[in-house]
């Protein structure tokens, strides 16, 4: 089910809305129709491809973002919902050239292969630990179980959480 | 999924077993069932059929075809079909018996296996079973009401 | 996804008054984490979504003092309740059933409410509501109801909700100090296969069972109660009854009728049942100190 420019089209007589949000960071004001998700209007409207499609039915998590620091399935939360609120995807987490201490430790951990559900874990991890900075291993498969890999086999994905709540710690004074 | 209905007719078997022939009457028989036409007499026919399971409704052009047929107690028919709109297959095979009970009638017993592919399998196997039970019952009875009726006046 | 509106509605009563006025071309949005699921892949469509995250109150936890139960409004997430502390504190399974259901994203959109009025026949809180006896609150523009949870669930997909009426709250009258539950589950798909939830009231000095309550969800179109394992367990010593809980799950099992699908064969399934109610069981006595 490729996204196209096809399935945001707009036909005259359908309904439309008006929704505000911000973007890592950047405001937006757009005229959407309340049938596109977060995730067509991130990627098809705002270009930001690093949140990814795959199942479509919320159980892979390729598609998470964080919606006021909640990670959310962007395949089937509504755009209307991000009304007034903000959104954070992967593209906010680096600043410039300097990558999140997250990023950092997925390098350092060998956290991925193909990349392709890398941009949902990381900002899964950055929810758990925002919520949890000191997890234990059970805590984080519990946190994670809905973010599949197949290429890891999990190992350097958990290695690379752990890494990175270690570095986040270290960094608060 | 496999079930099984017996009915027993107040009529004699062969006189069921011409019924089963009647499209126009067989139309009123099948629950759901919009249209009806023959493609190939006692061979191949078309249906369409409708329901409502749960909250979903299905529409099913069926294609059915006569597999086997002895007359008159044995016929098994092959019913397959799409609806597009749920993205859901259905196919089943019915098995029919009819059995010459002298002065009780004719018992007749249905034999059902379907099997449900696609989206609406997946949400509602066990909703759909039970649909499929309630129609072939509810089909079993309609032909039996039918049949004896039309004894009743022939015998009037 | 077809085209529809979304409207904000601030009262129940705005609410109710709309589903009127669309009738079948209306329902009630939530999360979405069901509703949004069954109409991107084409299965139902409604023209009018009727947004009642815009109500104020209904996601409120509180404990009711006076009828010492909890009571949970329709819009609480999943979230919410498993990380409640007076969930914790008051009815700590609850918790442990919430923090199972689909994984964190889901669990942070979805509400309860809306969990029990999709009435989906795999449902984790559905098995345990129905041990706890839990009551729904219903409201409509013009009246007020409550309901069981079996007078609720009608089949599956179909609560009883009239056409104008929403779920507002659910009541869960909070089981005595010498009642503890377990609650097992299995699941290897994106729905749980098999859930089970047990309640046991022993005597004074836990050694003679005074009650015990049994019930089996997503294997019948809603959760049961598995009267049959019930009868062979209450009534005994906690040591009679541990030699007759296999007899009892195998009970709980017959009662079950499940569909072969790809959440496993109805054999396989019954298996499940028959097991997870001896390991339920085994887990509420456990809790006893």
Known sequence: ?173 | MEFHEVVTILAPSQRVWDFLWDIEQMITCIPGCETAQVVEIGKRYKAVVGQKVGPFTLKLPLEIIIKERKAPQHLVVVASGRDNRVSTNVTIELELHLTDRGSEGTEMTFTTRMNILGKLATLGHGLIQRKAKEVIAQFARTIKQHLEEGEHLAAV | MQPFEIHDVPSVQDASNLLSEYGDNARLYAGGTELLLVMKSGILHYDHLINIKTVPGLNAIQYGEADHELKIGALTTHRQLERSEVVQRWLPLLAQVEREIANVRVRNVGTIGGNMCFAEPHSDPATLFLALGAQFKLASATMERTLSVDEFLVDAYEPALQPDELLTEIRVPLPGASTHGGYQRFQFHERPTVSVAVLLTLDDAHEGIKEVIVTVGCVNSKPFRATEAEALLGGKSVEEAQIASDKAGKAAAEMADPSDDLNGSSAYKKQLVAILVQRAFLQAYTRFD
């Open chain 1, 1 to 173: 089910m490729a996204l196209t420019d096809e399935k945001v089209k707009t036909a005259e007589s359908n309904p439309t809305v008006s929704i505000n949000f911000e973007v890592n960071g950047v405001r937006h004001a757009l005229v959407i129709e309340p049938r596109e998700t977060l995730l067509e209007v991130l990627r098809n409207r705002l270009g930001l491809m690093g949140t990814k499609l795959s199942c479509d039915v919320q159980v892979c998590g390729v598609c998470t973002v964080l919606l006021d620091g909640m990670p959310v399935s962007a395949c089937t939360v509504l755009a209307y919902e991000a009304r007034g609120r903000e959104v954070l995807t992967i593209e906010g987490l680096a600043q410039g050239e300097e990558l999140h201490p997250i990023q950092e430790a997925f390098i350092e951990g060998r956290g991925f292969q193909c990349g392709f559900c890398t941009p949902g874990m990381i900002l899964a991890t950055k929810a758990l630990l925002a919520e949890n900075p000191d997890p234990s291993i059970d805590d984080i498969k519990g946190y994670m179980k809905g973010n599949l890999c197949r290429c890891t086999g999990y190992r350097t994905i958990l290695d690379s959480i752990q890494i990175a709540s270690r570095r986040l710690r270290q960094e608060r004074p």
